[in-house]
């Protein structure tokens, strides 16, 4: 609902009405607003002025009465983009100050728990941020029946940001894999197969439990990680 949109965007409530029924009814004076919209006339004119600084109604004089319209999409569009510049410089801002706090005498967390779709996006947005290779072994396509468009996004900016990927998959689904590039697969007899997905990037190894509320463990081991990923090269390297 673009009530909800606009909420989102830091609208009020009288500013979303106000806007929405400018939108629907053209221009109109702050009285006829007022009686049409069954709003307060005093919360009305705030609410117009409010709009009038977003940039997304227009005033005009008429007899000298003014009256309000709502302005071109562009103006709502143009209002949506300073935002996103907006929370690009808090986002780098804060990534800039987190960075420059370092740990006294503490040593890294080698393990991590993630609970949830939320915990499992954000591993996922990890390891595109990690721009290491990626390998992974899987029993379906969980990914994609969890995150849906998310799946297909993800791999899109993988595959902008150069990131090869090798993943090992059951012979029984390898009509249901999309070709894509930088993407390289092989496929075991499904009794090799594990119902838990192991993911190995950098220094990393993630192991997922599919579920409805899917359970993430992420090591952060060196040693764990070539353990893991001499199986995973000896599965690769097996004549099928």
Request: aromatic residues 10%; hydrophobic residues 40%.
């Amino acid at each position: 609902m673009i009530e909800k949109e606009l909420a989102s965007l830091g609208f009020s409530p009288s500013e979303i009405k106000i806007y929405i029924h400018l939108l629907t009814t053209g221009s109109s004076y702050a009285n006829k607003i007022s009686s049409e919209t069954r709003i307060n006339r005093t919360n009305v004119y705030e609410a117009l002025d409010r709009l009038i600084t977003k940039g997304i109604i227009s005033l005009i004089i008429k007899n000298k009465v003014k009256w309000f319209q709502a302005s071109t999409v562009d103006s709502l569009l143009n209002m949506i983009r300073e935002k996103e510049d907006e929370l690009l410089i808090t986002k780098n801002n804060i990534f800039r100050e987190i960075s420059s706090l370092k740990p006294i005498n503490t040593k890294p967390l080698e393990a991590s728990i993630f609970v949830g779709k939320k915990g499992l996006r954000m591993i996922f947005e990890e390891i595109i941020q990690t721009k290491k290779p990626i390998s992974l072994i899987a029993s379906k396509l969980q990914f994609k029946e969890v995150f849906g468009p998310y799946f297909d996004l993800w791999h899109k900016r993988r595959i902008e940001l150069g990131i090869k990927q090798r993943s090992i998959f059951p012979k029984t689904i390898s009509s249901e894999l999309k070709r894509r590039e930088l993407l390289e697969y092989k496929f075991i007899d499904h009794q090799f197969a594990n119902p838990t997905t192991t993911i190995i990037y950098g220094e990393n190894c993630v192991f997922i439990q599919w579920s409805k509320k899917p359970f993430v463990l992420k090591i952060n081991n060196k040693e764990i990680v070539i353990s893991h990923l001499n199986y995973f090269n000896a599965l690769w390297n097996r004549e099928v």
